[in-house]
């Protein structure tokens, strides 16, 4: 049995008895900043079961950058980025990785939650498709078939990408799908594409069919919107705010390093992580991330711009119904990510 499933479940009973605002919500052990002390138990809820883009938070446990902060990193899988949203704001769990358009949608609803830095600043957001269909751009969806899970925010957003490519959304017929479905529909011939993140189900469908898998990212057709990143409560950000840093720090470093050494944190996730994809889908799936992480222009990890939120909220509130959208600092607090890793 690998080496996190005893903690991963002990965390979960922890925090399931733990109300809002609690010390077990996130951690009865004293924070500590070295590694030798005592450390502090955090919870981090995934946005979905543990998949390649992951690697990087195995990879800091087995290296210590958590456990560098005074943390003792528990991480639990998620059942859809909504979900653990949900969670955060509930004080189910200490910190989410989540996708930006529902957390937008979230907060906007009342949730008290934030994003203290998106990772994937470059949407991940996509329609994929078989290589042998022969889809070169959007406007050669028309006449075909697309599976697509009502609620998501690629489902919402999707007429306005067709919109976006001078397209109607009668051109093309949207086939209602289950999230967790989707590949095995698509790899079936079920439908001629899907909505998804090409990362995380290129590399899957590509192992389980053995057929090359194109995709056209929403990004790259007229919707560029933030990615995935991690949450806090309201409440932990006022009262764990020493704890919020040394988290995000963490992750930063953990994230640099995986970039760096792809094939060894994915090797490290298999060692750590449950019911994973095998380590070869694991290591593309991982690099296919890293080239989302827009390191060039951020300068590192997790650090966003007023601009990059503002162009997000302004796609999501024109084409994904987000009511009285407001500023970036109604989502995003960005005072804990810093370009130097300080």
């Known amino acids: 049995m690998k080496r996190l499933l005893t903690g991963i479940v002990a965390a979960a009973l922890l925090v399931g008895c733990a109300p809002s605002g609690q010390n077990n919500n996130s951690g009865s052990g004293s924070t500590n900043s070295g590694s030798s002390g005592p450390k502090e138990t955090v919870t981090f809820t995934l946005n979905w079961v543990p998949y390649g883009e992951h690697a990087p938070f ?6 210590g950058y958590y456990a560098d902060e005074g943390i003792d990193l528990q991480i639990k899988p998620g059942s859809g980025s909504g ?82 490519n001078g397209m109607q959304p009668s051109d093309v017929t949207v086939v209602n799908m289950d999230a967790a479905n989707k590949i095995a529909q698509l790899a079936a011939g079920q439908v001629d594409a899907i909505m998804g993140f090409f990362h995380d189900q290129g590399p899957t469908i590509e192992n389980k069919t053995g057929k090359k898998v194109d995709h056209l990212l929403f990004a790259d057709s007229g919707l560029n919107m933030l990615g995935l990143g991690i949450v806090a409560s309201d409440d932990t950000l006022s009262s764990k705010k020493d704890l919020v840093g040394k988290f995000v720090r963490a992750t930063q470093k953990s994230w640099t390093e995986a970039a760096k050494h792809p094939e060894d944190a994915a090797k ?21 991330a890293i080239t989302l992480l827009q390191l060039k222009t951020a300068g590192a990890p997790g650090v966003n711009t007023e601009k990059q939120w503002s162009d997000t909220i302004d796609v999501m509130s024109k084409n994904a119904g987000l009511k009285e959208p407001g500023e970036p600092s109604k989502y995003w607090n960005g005072s804990f990510a810093k370009a130097d890793g300080s």
């Open 58 to 63: 195995y990879y800091g446990i087995e290296k």
């Open 83 to 164: 979900t653990t949203i949900k969670a955060v704001a509930q004080g189910q769990t200490t910190f989410g990785w989540a996708d930006t358009p529902p957390l937008l949608n979230a907060i906007s609803s009342g949730m008290p939650v934030k994003s203290v830095g998106v990772f994937l600043q470059k949407g991940p957001a996509s329609i994929e498709f078989l290589a042998e269909k022969n889809i070169k751009s959007i406007k050669d969806l028309k006449g075909k078939t697309v599976g697509g899970t009502p609620g998501d925010a690629m489902y919402a957003s999707f007429p306005a990408l067709l919109a976006a």
């Open 268 to 288: 490290v996730m298999v060692d750590l992580a449950e019911n994973e994809p095998p380590q070869e889908v694991l290591v593309k799936q991982l690099k296919l």
